[in-house]
């Protein structure tokens, strides 16, 4: 299972980064959604799989699935949930005024 | 027996699953792909019913609840982006 | 506190109270302080001379930063005598002269801040004992040193000179703190005095060599020698009381100093010999030689500066050889050259601060320090033509004035050290003593040039914007005094080398025993037979008639193109690095986020994968492949499918959908994984990023096609698909490491330790409850940021604030 | 023919409640169930964002009117403040405590700090979930 | 076996039921013409599908645990309530988008209604 | 007067509760209240002037039950049309007016419309008492407006005071 | 008794920053009490700085759950020393931004976000737990974000972006490296790991992990991975421009000191080469952009990656004389590169321009501030007895010992680039004739002067007094390069886990 896994999370993040290398705000930015996921899945699975029951006393004996990365999974989720909401805003405030959304475009001078 | 049932339930749902993605994926329009993505919403229901029986926890039927709602929020918002282009008015025009 | 740290404190107490008290002093006694000050200074450390002579060593210690070593120590013996009182004597007499010099509409209280800035620094250079003490000074003399050059800060040249003394004196500066440290590494100690006593040590080291080379460095950029030399010509943008003290008498014998302070652990090896005399005597010919050429009296002066600091750092090289065959009635003879360096050392300051304020003079009285432009002065300026004789005379080395003397113990010396076999000396010795008599042939040839053309011949006044007329009295006072120590010294020579010469060569020769010994009886006439007496001879009868001819073999000085001039490298040099890194720096910070990314992925890839690769830690021997079913191998195939339409969807909808789908798909793994709480989160949250992503997309274009080169296209695949490889693979092999068992455990006892049964709410809730709370504030400032970014528009734009 | 949306607008009226229903309970849940402050919170601000995208912020801001802004800092304030507390009581910061209380009506209630952090958590998710997609929407 | 187990039975059976329901409303999304014919597809059998699996589910932890799940019921009500409401705005957003109708409609009332008798296409 | 109903109901469930006068008030008290009050308001509710509350009760479980069947009914055809080879339908869209008034009426109608086989509501007049529905086969447009009505008397009755 | 004096420097300004929000329209008494705040934190923090000299390394347990299994702030010389410098650089920087950032910043949250910028800062300082550190960067991030984009100017928002996809694939990547190092060493707490880590010998795969670490942290420290901080660090306004250059980056070279001295210590020829390399390039790349502008913003950005560069030197070499050097130096390059960029930022204020070539004899209209710049520059390049020079000499001493020739080489080299781009400044804008009026002389704000002056005198007290600072760096220092002392003083209690 896990092995099927990290072969997902892999190919999770090659889209990640090719989406990330591109020019388009937003696919930059669904990139780093993808990558996101990615590493999800990806600290789920070195954490180990399948190891227990769900990590609820009373629902089932132990032994319990490693309950501390889906603690930490849960705030990565948040911050990168709060990180795609303020880039979203960035993006589109940056496409308003600079007028583009390429980032071909959006170098600007060299030493400005 | 039944667990092999269910299983093969499962799967069948992750077949749907899958037909709506390449709806998604081909379209053509956008309301295509919207009622396709609540249908995956909904399948995903489907699915985690059946998987709280398979690992026998009643954990899991919170989620069944949350994804009804928020498939049908999603919804809402992707017909309103596709019907006005804004998902939230300023003022009623009413 | 003692005498000493007085002596170095107060002229910073005094710089630092100008700027704050100069509203309240009028700008004329400004001057007047700055000359009182050193004045006492200079006698409170003439005080001394009785003491030092008679061996005794004074010293003092405040500390500074202990535990590093770094004391503010204060060392006086002899050698350190002689410089005080050169940057105390001269200084006063050129706060006297420059208080005449300087118009009083000048920023006077700058000028005279910087002054004692440099006064103080300077004496911290030279009786400092720690070395990075004395590092700390020495740089301070060059920012005082560059202060005083940019005083006119105004002229594009003032500040060009500045720069170019300030990088090239620092440079220095930096490369000697190395050699410093090298040397600390070596020694254990800061001291010089305790590095001096542990010389062996010293030289048995690795470092020794590099230490030489760094600090030798220092020295020679500071006393401007061959090929550092370039920023003094440039220095003399300064006014004439600076190059008369800095560029002349004090800063530039720092580099001196250094090396007669240092001769105790690096004399005696063949590097250091090689290096100081060759690179003196090559400064020597190359500063005269090009002294020769200068049309502008100050930039000659320079010139011949650059030249007799060259011929001071040879004398020290060669006086170094004594060090190696150590003391004995023969070898006393090469200590004489060390001797040389230190009596020239104050000759050289006195005669030629005098000539520097003779150029002054002329300078401020005619407006033009240009030889084409002067002429005939004498008649008008009996005086200053006066100073200007002697003075050149002095440095031509004739008699009767200090200049003679010295040059011949130079003479002496090249030909004493010719006859040595050490250091190879046996197969070049002997181009020694011929290059000291050409640079001084050319010496003599310029000092003909600063009385002939600038005193003799016809007056050009068309030329001048002033009637030439003598100078105030007060401006030529402190010339005069030089010059009574001109002509002084060659009378009473011995005194000079009893009572302050002496006590400086124990200073030098520490481990030599006795320092009478040392300190020869100066002659000024060592007998018709004296081969020393026939070079300076020859070097009259040489240079009357080069001068004579001048004209003739001038154009020798064209034949080396302006371009492949050292100013020209230099600033050329300066030039080619702004422009090249310019079109470096521009060629990988294009601007373009994804050039960024590339670096990122690819420092990623090379760090990460490759010493994964390295590393041999591939592991593919599955896990747990049993409790694999059908349904999962479809999810992850749907997973795959739809990440990858996101690459080929061409509406940013149908992106935003299938990043659902996977969003959808991820939850539903966690619940597959018995992640309850993360499905729910992860659900919630995919919801709401959906419709941010839609609201957001009211204000952004739909996406377009992806037009790429082919060769990016291709980089980006193979880059992707390397960066996925890699996190693949270092999963594998971390799944496989079984070293530790995880500290989980402890979270299944949720209920007994914190009251939840939920294991993962209670750890967000209790246990990392401090995760949780900056979570918080994370999201909180995201929105509170978002909120700002969008009623907060740019000046002109609408702005929506009152909300 | 402007849009009626009477159809929508009459379900979700309905459906808000059990949505909002559904994320207090998930909020007290979190304890024992899935659950907890921060899907409490999302939930319920779930809730608010469908009355808003049903109906219109002006509307919506009538009926509740609450700076959301004001709300989320109000919930940092009591997610810290619940570790503050324990400074006051010279305990390590953060830590809970809990204990039996008696209601009148409810009956004996199991307290805890933790239940109160958690609302800081919910009110802060709840406040910056509604302040980010007002703010946006109103943007022109 | 016993009562209870033939009633889990029976649920799994529902279950699967409601899967294939599923898939092949899936396949009328890929099969059908048009999106507002596609839509009947989801509107209809989709629903089936998750209603009867929520209701198995119900039933089989019912039957085994004797939970009564709330939860469940709350799921099947809002599925019940939703599924509609998602479908009537989903095309009408689609129609008032522009989205034609399929080849060989018949008759169309709203769109003169709506666009005045003019192409959507047109009107934009 | 639904709710009216219903709170008196709780009411008496209350009271019922008071004269108990337990030392601990417990839920099955509570309940057995309740159904008393239930009792007690059949027997009163004429003198409110409104129908007995539970009755509605009953009619909106019959318009569920209606709802469920619908839906089985038009998930099976449209299953039917899905797994036939070649598809025959003429799509179109037809415009009913109705007689329901209340905005909840007309939702359910709605609903129940979009669950019935082959038609989807679009839209709803701004007036509100027009629904535009868009049917798989338009041929079968008239039993649809016959169900149409059946739905609106279901409806209506469980709306009837 | 509990430490928990030990959070409340990153508590007090969270709470602050949120009750600010409540006190939006009062401008002035925001500033007031944002002043107040950080004033607090920084006495609590010299406090604290004392209590450690006098305890050794204390600790707070949140929740009072004991190490492995809680989270928790760990204080010793060497974080305390970051915190402290952290506060007071923000007081400064504080009173700077109320003359110069203007109303509609600050009615947006500006000293809010300033204040959770710093509670993030000082948390990523102490925090003794993996997971938490990357909590406590993205609070950094997060601030930091709002206050490069607060303004809405085009370049400002382009470039806003740019540094936030960036810093987000970055925290990406640390996700991934805690994946590893949980899925290898299962356990979260720095001691616990450095502990783990110790007991496998820091295995090839350990090693793995570490870089992936690396990656990340070199790119928040902007070493080698710099090119994003040009860009960013010079579009908002001085005072945060000074915070970031004194804090962000400096976040950076605090992890990677603590990663590879604490957790991954044992591979040296492999880390430590790696950061060496790394460190020479940056101060070469550093450099190169520090000579090929004109932009004294940018020449000032430029700056920033040379010291870290320099800083990471002493890491490279790894002796105690090494690793005090980067102490030593961080401390000042935080306050020296603070002041330098509210020194340029002021320059753009008075002038409202960025080319050195658009400016001239600035020293004439204001002298104090020209002489100020002129002190700084000298800092910056390390000249005695400014603040600078310790730590010059304790990394270049380190990488004597360590035989780090190349890096002694580039590091003192740069020294002279500093010099040179710094004065190219001075010599084109403060020098030279002035082409301000006094009719145009815009008035310098007095808050902005009294933190130029404040700086300035942290520079030459730091210098001067730098023997008072050594009882602490030295104290950090040893602790770096005996990673058990911290261990021990983390998990010494806890039975064996
Ligand atoms: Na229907
Ligand atoms: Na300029």
Not at chain 2, 45 to 53: G, K, R
């Amino acid at each position: 299972m896990e092995q099927v896994m990290l072969v997902l999370i892999g190919i999770l993040v090659s889209v990640a980064t090719y989406l990330i290398l591109s020019r388009n705000m937003i696919r930059v930015i669904l990139g780093t959604a993808v990558l996101s996921h990615a590493v999800n899945l990806l600290i789920m699975t070195v954490g180990g799989l399948k190891a227990g029951n769900v990590p609820l006393l009373g629902h089932g004996e132990e032994p319990f699935t490693d309950a501390l990365p889906q603690a930490l999974i849960l705030t990565a989720i948040v911050i990168s949930f709060a990180t795609t909401a303020f880039l979203l805003v960035l993006a589109y405030r940056t496409y308003q005024t600079n007028g583009s959304d390429d980032f071909n475009e959006l170098r600007g001078m060299s030493d400005e | 027996m039944i667990e092999t049932m269910l299983l093969i339930a499962l799967a069948l749902f992750m077949i749907a699953i899958a037909l709506h993605v390449i709806r998604i994926i081909k379209g053509p329009t956008m309301p295509d792909r919207a009622i396709a993505l609540d249908t995956i919403g909904v399948n995903l229901i489907s699915s985690m019913a059946i998987v709280s029986i398979l690992f026998e926890t009643t954990a899991f039927l919170e989620a069944i609840l949350i994804l009804g709602i928020l498939a049908f929020i999603g919804t809402i918002a992707f017909s309103k982006f596709i019907e006005r282009g804004v998902i939230i008015e300023r003022k009623s025009d009413h | 506190m003692t005498t000493d740290v007085a002596i170095v404190l107060t002229p910073f107490i005094f710089a630092l109270m100008i700027p704050v008290f100069h509203r309240y002093i009028s700008k004329r006694y400004i001057g007047w302080l700055v000359m009182t000050v050193s004045f006492i200074l200079f006698f409170l450390l003439a005080a001394y001379i009785p003491r030092i002579s008679n061996g005794e060593v004074i010293t003092f210690t405040h500390e500074w930063i202990p535990s590093l070593g770094i004391n503010f120590t204060t060392y006086l013996d002899g050698l350190s005598l002689i410089f005080s009182l050169l940057i105390t004597g001269v200084g006063s007499l050129v706060g006297l002269y420059s208080i005449f010099y300087l118009s009083r509409s000048e920023q006077l209280y700058h000028f005279y801040c910087y002054l004692l800035l440099f006064m103080g620094a300077m004496l911290g250079v030279v009786l400092s004992d720690n070395l990075l003490v004395l590092y700390g000074f020495w740089e301070l003399t060059s920012v005082s040193s560059f202060l005083l050059i940019a005083f006119w800060h105004h002229r594009k040249a003032s500040r060009a000179g500045a720069r170019k003394s300030m990088l090239i004196t620092v440079a220095g500066g930096i490369s000697m703190l190395a050699g410093f440290l090298m040397l600390y590494e070596v020694s254990g100690t800061l001291s010089i005095r305790e590095i001096i006593d542990k010389v062996d040590l010293i030289r048995g080291s690795a470092l020794f060599v590099p230490a030489l080379v760094l600090i030798l460095l220092g020295a020679f950029t500071k006393s401007a020698q061959f090929p550092f030399y370039i920023w003094l010509p440039d220095a003399m943008e300064a006014p004439t009381p600076v190059s008369a003290y800095l560029h002349s008498a004090t800063m530039v014998k720092a580099g001196i100093y250094l090396v007669a302070r240092l001769t105790p652990v690096f004399g005696g090896e063949a590097v250091w010999f090689w290096l100081v005399t060759g690179v003196g005597l090559f400064t020597l010919f190359w500063g005269s030689f090009n002294a020769v050429k200068q049309v502008d009296l100050k930039a000659l002066l320079a010139f011949s500066t650059v030249s007799q600091l060259g011929l001071i750092m040879s004398l020290l090289g060669m006086g170094s050889v004594a060090i190696y065959l150590g003391y004995s009635a023969e070898t006393i003879i090469y200590t004489q050259a060390a001797f040389a360096a230190i009596f020239h050392l104050i000759n050289h300051s006195t005669f030629k601060g005098a000539l520097f304020m003779m150029v002054g003079i002329i300078d401020h009285e005619l407006g033009t320090r240009d030889i084409r432009r002067l002429g005939g002065l004498m008649s008008f300026m009996p005086l200053t033509f006066t100073i200007a004789l002697i003075g050149s005379l002095s440095m031509a080395g004739l008699p009767p004035f200090n200049g003679f003397l010295s040059k011949e113990m130079f003479f002496a010396a090249t030909l004493h050290i010719q006859d040595l076999s050490i250091f190879s000396l046996d197969h070049i010795g002997f181009l020694i003593p011929i290059v000291a008599w050409i640079a001084s042939v050319f010496t003599f040839v310029y000092c003909l040039i600063i009385v002939g053309k600038t005193f003799f011949g016809k007056v050009k006044s068309h030329w001048l914007d002033k009637h030439p007329h003598e100078a105030p009295i007060g401006m030529l006072i402190s010339p005069y005094t030089l010059i009574i120590f001109v002509v002084g010294i060659f009378f009473f020579p011995n005194l000079l080398g009893q009572y302050i010469l002496r006590p400086a060569m124990a200073s030098i020769y520490p481990s030599f025993p006795s320092t009478q010994e040392l300190t020869p009886t100066i002659h000024a006439w060592h007998g018709l037979l004296s081969p020393e007496l026939w070079m300076t001879i020859f070097v009259i009868i040489a240079g009357i008639i080069l001068y004579s001819i001048l004209k003739s073999w001038k154009p020798i000085y064209r034949v080396l193109p302006q371009k492949f001039s050292l100013n020209e490298i230099f600033n050329n040099g300066i030039l080619l690095s702004e422009s090249l890194s310019a079109r470096l720096t521009n060629r990988y910070m294009t601007g373009n986020l994804t050039d960024y990314f590339v670096y990122i992925y690819l420092a990623f890839l090379l760090f990460v994968g490759g010493y994964f690769l390295r590393a041999d830690l591939m592991v593919l021997s599955p896990v747990h492949l049993e409790s694999l079913e059908v349904f999962e191998i479809i999810l992850v195939l749907i997973m795959i499918v739809s990440s990858i339409g996101i690459v080929f969807a061409t509406s940013r909808i149908t992106s935003v959908f299938l990043n659902g789908v996977l969003g959808y798909s991820t939850a539903l793994f966690f619940i597959v994984f018995r992640a309850p709480d993360l499905a729910l989160t992860q659900l919630a949250v995919e919801s709401v990023s959906t419709v941010l992503y839609l609201i957001c997309f009211r204000h952004l274009p739909e996406i377009k096609k992806e037009m790429l080169p082919k060769w990016k296209k291709i980089r980006n695949v193979l880059i992707s698909a390397a960066a996925g490889a890699t996190v693949t693979l270092v999963g594998f092999a971390a799944i496989h490491y079984e070293k530790f068992m995880t500290i989980s455990y402890y979270f299944n006892d949720s209920y007994e330790l914190a009251g939840g049964k939920n294991i993962v709410n209670t750890i967000l809730g209790d246990f990392r409850a401090f995760d949780t709370m900056l979570e918080v504030v994370v999201l909180f400032i995201a929105g509170l940021g978002v909120y700002a970014i969008i009623k907060l528009k740019a000046k002109g734009g609408g702005t929506n604030e009152n909300q | 023919m402007r849009i009626n949306d009477v159809i929508l607008r009459t379900v979700v009226k309905g459906i808000t409640l059990i949505i909002l229903t559904l994320g207090v309970y998930l909020f007290f849940s979190g304890h024992h169930a899935p659950g907890g402050g921060f899907i409490g919170g999302l939930v319920l601000a779930s809730g608010i964002i469908l009355l808003y995208v049903t109906y219109d912020i002006d509307t919506i801001q009538k009926k509740i009117p609450f700076d959301f802004k004001k709300v989320a800092a109000l919930g940092v304030l009591i997610a810290t403040g619940t570790g503050l507390g324990a400074i006051y009581f010279d305990f390590p910061f953060l830590t809970h405590t809990d204990g039996h209380f008696a209601f009148p009506f409810i009956g004996d209630k199991h307290l805890s700090t933790v239940t109160l952090f958690e609302a800081g958590v919910a009110l802060t998710v709840i406040g910056t979930l509604v302040t980010m997609i007002i703010s946006i929407s109103e943007d022109e | 076996m016993n009562a209870s187990q033939i009633i889990e039975w029976i649920c799994a059976m529902i279950m699967l039921l409601g899967a294939i329901i599923s898939v092949i409303s899936a396949v009328g999304m890929l099969r059908f013409p048009d999106v507002y014919t596609r839509s009947h597809a989801v509107a209809k059998s989709a629903t089936l599908g998750v209603l009867s699996c929520l209701i198995g589910s119900f039933v089989y932890i019912w039957v085994q645990d004797g939970y009564i799940s709330i939860r469940i019921l709350l799921g099947i009500l809002f599925v019940f309530i939703t599924s509609p409401v998602a479908s009537h705005l989903v095309i009408r957003a689609a129609y008032r988008s522009g989205v034609p109708l399929a080849e060989g409609s018949g008759e169309d009332e709203l769109k003169s209604v709506l666009f005045g008798g003019k192409d959507a296409e047109q009107l934009k | 007067m639904f709710f009216a109903q219903f709170i008196l109901n709780l009411f008496i469930a209350l009271l019922w509760l008071l004269f108990k006068d337990e030392p601990k008030p417990t839920l099955s008290t509570f309940n057995t209240g309740f159904i008393v009050g239930i009792g007690i308001l059949y027997l009163m509710h004429r003198f409110f002037g409104t129908r007995f509350y539970l009755i509605r009760l009953v009619k909106i479980l019959k318009l569920a039950l209606v709802f469920f069947r619908e839906l089985i009914v038009s998930g099976f055809v449209v299953m039917k049309q899905v797994l036939t080879p070649n598809l025959n339908i003429t799509p179109g869209i037809f415009k009913y007016k109705t007689i329901l008034e209340k905005d909840w009426e007309v939702t359910a109608l709605a609903l129940l419309l979009t669950l019935t086989p082959g038609s989807v509501v679009m839209e709803v007049s701004e007036s509100g008492d027009e629904l535009y529905i868009h049917a798989m086969d338009i041929g079968q447009k008239e039993d649809l407006i016959r169900s149409l009505g059946r739905f609106e008397t279901v409806i209506l009755e469980v709306s009837r005071d | 008794m509990s430490n928990n004096i030990i959070v409340l420097p990153l508590v007090i300004p969270i709470f602050t920053a949120v009750i600010l929000i409540f006190l939006r329209k009062h401008v002035v008494v925001q500033r007031i009490i944002a002043f107040l705040t950080m004033l607090a934190v920084s006495i609590i923090s010299f406090f604290l700085l004392v209590l450690v000299q006098r305890e050794g390394i204390i600790r707070i347990d949140f929740g009072g759950w004991k190490p492995p299994f809680g989270i928790l702030f760990v204080a010793d010389a060497f974080s305390v020393l970051m915190v402290l410098t952290a506060s007071i650089v923000t007081l400064i920087c504080l009173l700077y931004a109320f003359s110069t950032v203007g109303e509609r910043h600050e009615y947006m949250f500006f000293y809010s976000f300033v204040l959770l910028l710093v509670a993030g800062v000082n948390g990523s300082f102490l925090t003794g737990d993996i997971f938490n550190l990357f909590v406590c960067f993205e609070v950094m991030l997060m601030a930091s974000y709002a206050l490069v984009a607060l303004g809405g100017e085009k370049v400002q928002l382009r470039e806003s972006l740019k540094y936030v996809l960036i810093n987000v694939v970055g925290s990406s990547v640390f996700l991934i490296a805690l994946a590893y190092l949980y899925g290898t060493v299962k356990t979260l707490n720095m001691a616990h790991i450095a502990e783990r880590v110790a007991e496998a010998g820091q295995d090839p795969m350990l090693t793995t992990v570490s870089l992936v670490l690396f990656i990340v942290f070199s790119l928040k420290a902007g070493l080698v991975l710099f090119f994003w901080l040009p860009g960013s660090y010079v579009v908002p306004p001085a005072a945060v421009q000074a915070l970031f250059a004194a804090l962000l980056t400096k976040v950076g070279v605090y992890a990677l000191i603590r990663t590879f001295t604490l957790m991954f210590p044992h591979r040296p020829e492999v880390t430590h080469t790696i950061i060496g390399v790394f460190a020479g390039l940056t101060i070469i790349l550093g450099c190169l952009g520090a000579l090929s502008s004109r932009n004294v913003l940018r020449i000032a950005a430029y700056n920033i990656v040379i010291a870290v560069g320099f800083i990471l030197i002493g890491l490279a070499s790894g002796t105690e004389n090494a690793l005090a050097g980067s102490v030593f130096y961080l401390i000042h390059d935080m306050i020296a590169k603070a002041l330098l960029f509210l020194l340029v930022g002021l320059m753009v204020f008075l002038t409202g321009e960025k080319f050195i070539d658009n400016m001239s004899g600035l020293i004439r209209n204001y002298p104090l501030f020209g002489w100020i710049y002129f002190l700084t520059m000298l800092a910056l390049v390390g000249i005695p007895p400014l603040s600078g020079f310790v730590g010059k000499i304790l990394i270049g001493k380190g990488a004597i010992e360590a035989g780090s020739y190349v890096l002694l080489f580039l590091g003192f080299a740069s020294s002279l680039v500093v010099l040179f781009s710094l004065l190219k400044i001075f010599l084109s804008s403060f020098f030279g004739e002035t082409i301000i009026t006094n009719e145009d002389k815009k008035p310098l704000p007095i808050a902005s002067m009294v933190s130029l002056v404040a700086f300035a005198l942290c520079i030459v007290v730091m210098g001067l007094g730098a023997e008072q600072l050594m009882a602490y760096v030295k104290d950090a220092a040893k602790i770096l390069v005996n990673p058990s002392i911290y261990i021990d003083a983390i998990l010494s209690e806890s039975e064996g886990v």
